[in-house]
């Protein structure tokens, strides 16, 4: 039940770019699941997670077909290097990738904030906020 509600937590927050796969991951690892066993897991909640973002955007007509294109056959190496590289990679090594990640994505996060609380003042101190 924690990894169902986290999951749909997960991908709440992938509509605003967290991501779903590292912190899916994550918390099954933590759960006590085999890191490698964690993918379709993580590929269906990513799958779910874009089919349902998606709608919105078929709705209002606004989809960029060259990143839908971009997608599709950027996940065709990315599923034989899941399906011939990752199930065979050392365990420890999986968990040492997956960290480098998290803490990448954590990092561009914080930065992304910290700019946008910046530069947020900078408006705020000119008087050029404009409310929409």
Known sequence: MIAIAASFGFGLLANFGVGNYAPTLVLLS????DPRLCFPIMATGGSLMGAGASVRHLKIA???LRIVLGLAIGGIPAVLVAALIVKTMPLELLRWLV?????YAAAVMFRAAFIGRRENRAEMATGAVSIP
């Not at 933590?30 to 699941?33: F, K």
């Not at 960290?99 to 803490?103: D, I, P, S, T």
């Open 99 to 103: 960290l480098v990640v998290v803490l």
């Open 30 to 33: 933590l759960m006590g699941m």
């Open 62 to 64: 606004q989809i960029d």
